[in-house]
């Protein structure tokens, strides 16, 4: 789902709502949590997951074209570990679809 698609949805849910208003509090929401992470902080929304920063260190990789040898900095990668509720929804919704 793309976030126009999630507007969207939002917006069919709930009709009284104007959708450039859907809008701005979907980016609100998505703005707060990329400034939490860039600041090395978490962000945990209760039954849907946490989202947060893992340092990778520095390393020596492989060109995998040409084999070479090359440096990897350090770096900061955003990851997101979802909640017991939503992985318990997701595999249920898997089962059923499975099963039919």
Known sequence: MTKSELILEIAAAHPNLLIKDIDLIVSTIFDEIEGALAQGGRVELRGFGAFFVKNRKARIGRNPRTGDT??????????????????????????DTVSN
């Open 70 to 95: 090359v440096d990897v900095q350090e770096k900061h990668v955003p990851f997101f570990k979802t909640g017991k509720e939503l992985r318990k929804r997701a595999n249920n919704q898997l089962e």
